[in-house]
């Protein structure tokens, strides 16, 4: 039995002896570090200087030209109710509607009844009028009419020339016609109803050109004028180029926003008011930068910017406008042409600070290396 435990031990301890020569023998070989341990190691080297960490990248200005968007609505130019400026029957009605109707065309016509004898009775009066005039003045140019008798029958003739003329304005207010080109929108008489003055015949909307309204915050008002160069976008994709023909001087009291029209010309009316559309102005072409918008920071007063280290290394805040926005990012000014963008690391620095600053495309390298 001891003779066993003898053997074990000797085999045991060859074994320990053989794989201690083994480390010893062996190469001190240690393993990659990994990607983000690299990336860790580099930013440890601003732990010895005690500065902030961040991460920066170059960016570099591009022209671009700064538009305004916004959402708007078509709208009819105009849109005005007929009424009626006198009381009788409606003895016409030639529209119906959706009916198209020039300037100019009968809309509703209103019974004559006695109207026209009216008309001639005036007529009568003043031509009785003038002799009586006429008779007077010869009169008291031999002496033999006063002034006052004179003056009097002149006063009857301005008179008798004013009733004249109020029964043929009359005569024309029978007839109710369309005030300008556009489209019947409704019909308010029936041929048979008597009307009183102010009661509606029909409505009629003007459609060319058609109106694009919209509404300007005080942010996107700089620059939009009337005269500019707009394009509207349909909610069927359909898209129309028109003119800025009013910019509102006081903004709306509750919403704090500017209204604005686009006039567009609409010769065959296939655009109609109440459409949804994308209203695109472009103004000046200016040098802007393209980042994420998850960069931008907000100073003490409430305005966006960003971040960026100067050539000492020191945080600069730059306070900063957006111009433009795409899928890829938004666009802004505000920045010098080219700068160094603080990527990472923004809301743990202040203005002023010096700092550690590690590149983007520094941190990319051993990715690249590895294909």
């Given at each position: 039995?001891?003779k066993?435990?003898?053997?074990?031990?000797?085999?045991a301890?060859?074994?320990g002896?053989?794989?201690?020569?083994?480390?010893?023998?062996?190469?001190?070989?240690?393993?990659?570090?990994?990607?983000?341990?690299?990336?860790?190691?580099?930013?440890g080297?601003?732990?010895?200087?005690?500065?902030?960490?961040v991460?920066?990248?170059?960016?570099?200005?591009?022209?671009k030209?700064?538009?305004v968007?916004?959402r708007?609505q078509?709208?009819?130019?105009?849109?005005?109710?007929?009424?009626?400026?006198?009381d009788?029957?409606?003895?016409?009605?030639?529209?119906e509607?959706g009916?198209?109707?020039?300037?100019?065309d009968?809309?509703?016509r209103?019974?004559?009844?006695?109207?026209?004898a009216?008309?001639?009775?005036?007529?009568?009066?003043l031509?009785?009028?003038k002799?009586?005039?006429?008779?007077?003045?010869?009169?008291?140019?031999?002496?033999?009419?006063?002034?006052?008798?004179?003056?009097?029958?002149?006063?009857?003739l301005?008179?008798?020339?004013?009733?004249?003329?109020?029964?043929?304005?009359d005569?024309?207010?029978?007839?109710?016609?369309?005030?300008?080109?556009g489209?019947?929108?409704?019909?308010?008489?029936?041929?048979?109803?008597?009307v009183t003055?102010?009661?509606?015949?029909?409505t009629?909307?003007e459609?060319?050109p058609?109106?694009?309204?919209?509404?300007?915050?005080?942010s996107?008002?700089r620059?939009?004028?009337?005269?500019?160069?707009?394009?509207?976008?349909?909610?069927?994709?359909?898209?129309?180029?028109?003119?800025?023909?009013?910019?509102?001087?006081?903004?709306?009291?509750g919403?704090?926003?500017?209204?604005?029209?686009?006039?567009?010309?609409?010769?065959?009316?296939?655009?109609?008011s109440g459409?949804?559309?994308?209203?695109?102005?472009?103004?000046?072409?200016?040098f802007?930068?393209?980042?994420?918008?998850?960069?931008?920071?907000?100073?003490?007063?409430?305005?966006p910017?960003?971040?960026?280290?100067?050539?000492?290394?020191?945080?600069?805040?730059?306070?900063?406008?957006i111009?433009?926005?795409?899928e890829?990012?938004?666009?802004?000014?505000?920045l010098?042409?080219?700068?160094?963008?603080?990527?990472?690391?923004?809301?743990?620095v202040?203005?002023?600070?010096?700092?550690f600053?590690?590149?983007?495309?520094?941190?990319?390298?051993?990715?690249?290396?590895?294909?």
């Amino acid at each position: 039995m001891r003779k066993t435990y003898l053997l074990a031990g000797l085999i045991a301890i060859g074994l320990g002896i053989w794989m201690m020569t083994g480390f010893l023998g062996a190469e001190d070989v240690r393993p990659e570090l990994s990607i983000a341990e690299q990336n860790s190691k580099r930013l440890g080297q601003s732990e010895s200087d005690d500065l902030t960490a961040v991460r920066v990248m170059d960016s570099e200005a591009i022209p671009k030209t700064r538009s305004v968007r916004i959402r708007g609505q078509s709208s009819a130019k105009r849109q005005v109710t007929i009424q009626a400026q006198l009381d009788g029957l409606i003895a016409e009605r030639p529209v119906e509607r959706g009916d198209w109707v020039e300037e100019g065309d009968l809309l509703c016509r209103i019974s004559t009844e006695d109207r026209q004898a009216r008309v001639i009775e005036a007529e009568a009066q003043l031509e009785q009028a003038k002799l009586l005039a006429e008779s007077n003045q010869k009169l008291a140019s031999q002496g033999l009419l006063s002034e006052a008798v004179l003056a009097e029958s002149r006063a009857g003739l301005k008179l008798a020339e004013a009733n004249v003329l109020k029964r043929r304005i009359d005569r024309q207010r029978l007839q109710l016609v369309a005030p300008f080109k556009g489209v019947v929108e409704d019909v308010l008489a029936e041929v048979g109803q008597f009307v009183t003055p102010g009661m509606a015949c029909a409505t009629v909307v003007e459609l060319d050109p058609i109106l694009i309204r919209g509404a300007l915050s005080e942010s996107k008002l700089r620059g939009v004028t009337p005269g500019r160069t707009a394009n509207a976008t349909f909610e069927n994709g359909a898209q129309v180029g028109g003119l800025v023909s009013f910019v509102s001087h006081v903004a709306r009291p509750g919403t704090r926003t500017f209204e604005i029209e686009i006039e567009v010309d609409n010769p065959d009316q296939q655009w109609v008011s109440g459409l949804s559309a994308d209203i695109q102005i472009d103004l000046e072409q200016v040098f802007a930068h393209r980042v994420s918008p998850g960069l931008l920071l907000l100073d003490d007063e409430g305005r966006p910017g960003l971040r960026s280290v100067d050539d000492e290394d020191r945080v600069v805040f730059h306070s900063i406008q957006i111009i433009d926005e795409d899928e890829s990012g938004i666009w802004v000014v505000g920045l010098p042409d080219s700068v160094q963008l603080i990527t990472v690391g923004q809301h743990l620095v202040s203005n002023g600070e010096r700092i550690f600053k590690v590149f983007e495309r520094d941190l990319m390298q051993p990715v690249n290396e590895r294909g």
